[in-house]
Structures are given as C-alpha cells and as structure tokens.
C-alpha cells in the first residue's frame, strides 16, 4: 500500500509540477524602433490567456514572454501579428499564407503598425525592394499603406514585409 501511495504522490507531484512550469518563447527581428513600438508590442500580449512576464527589448529586437502551452504561444504570436509585429519565434509559428500567383498593379496592407517615422520609413522600404512596385501612400493614422506599380505578387509584399520584422495583411 505504501508503495502504491508512494508512486501516486510522486506520479502527482511530477505531474502538477509540470502543468505549473511555463515555457519561454522568443520572437526575434521584430522592428521595435521607438518607445511606441515597444509599448504596443506589450500591450499586444498582455491581454493574452497563458502569457506572462512579457519582455520586450528595443535594442536587440526582440519579444520574450513565458506561456503555460502550446495554445497560449500560438495565441500570443497572433496577438503580434495582429498588432502589426512579426519576427522569427523561437517556435513554430502561425503560417500567413498567400496564393504565389496572384499578382496585382495595387495591393493594400492593413493594419500596420506605424507609429512613427521609422516605421513607416521602414514598411516603405521593405516594400519598395518589391517587384513591380512603382509607389506607396502611407496612412499612419489607419495603419495602411496604398502600394501601386504593375504585376506586383502579393506573397513577396508579405515576405518583404516579414523581413523587416512588420506584419500586414496583404490584399
């Protein structure tokens, strides 16, 4: 009986202990260029089920934040995302992905993240190294950009993006 017991108490030991223990995630080239940047790639976190101890660090570009599980991590690079942020996670990942043939002569990106000068200096840049690409209109207040030119594939609007640790979504 003693033994039983004893194999139990450590079987839920192990097993609690495990449950509590949270795993680290690290995103890193995500363009984090101003206090803004890193202010709302928190807040893009902090609402998140499963994530804590959410570290965000301009310097080195890099989103750090314990989660509980594999759905917490998914959630909360989606939150990024969605804020507009975007690097290479230290997991696998959510996949974003576009139909290599569709090209366009104006493309939209929304919901950007383009607090300031860098950003948008950056997002235009990224984008212009695209092919086809001719021009771009920025609307920080709307996080769009208006991007025009000729046979421009999507795909490499979203890749040029990603690059430059940006997310959008590409139309």
Same mark, same amino acid.
Request: glycine share 10%; with cysteine; proline share 1%.
């Given at each position: ?20 223990? $949270?795993?680290? &995630? ?5 363009? +984090? ?29 890099? %989103? ?33 992905? +576009? ?24 997002? %235009? ?7 086809? %690409?001719?021009?771009?209109? %920025? ?15 999507? &795909?490499?609007?979203?890749? $040029?993006?990603?690059? $430059? ?7």
């Amino acid at each position: 009986m003693f033994s039983k017991l004893r194999t139990f108490s450590l079987f839920f030991i192990a097993f609690t202990s495990s449950a509590l223990l $949270a795993d680290e &995630v690290k995103v890193d080239g995500v363009h +984090l260029c101003c206090g803004k940047c890193v202010q709302q790639a928190k807040a893009a976190l902090s609402s998140v089920d499963g994530i804590s101890k959410v570290r965000v660090n301009k310097d080195a570009e890099t %989103v750090v934040f314990e989660v509980t599980g594999k759905e917490a991590a998914q959630t909360g690079l989606k939150s990024l995302a969605k804020a507009g942020f975007y690097g290479s996670p230290s997991i696998d990942g959510p996949v974003f992905k +576009l139909d290599k043939s569709v090209k366009k002569d104006a493309v939209s990106v929304t919901g950007m993240h383009l607090c300031c000068g860098g950003c948008i200096t950056s997002a %235009v840049k990224a984008i212009e190294g695209v092919s086809g %690409v001719s021009d771009t209109d %920025v609307s920080a207040k709307t996080g769009k950009i208006e991007i025009s030119g000729a046979d421009i594939q999507l &795909v490499a609007v979203l890749k $040029a993006l990603h690059a $430059a640790g940006m997310h959008g979504t590409v139309e």
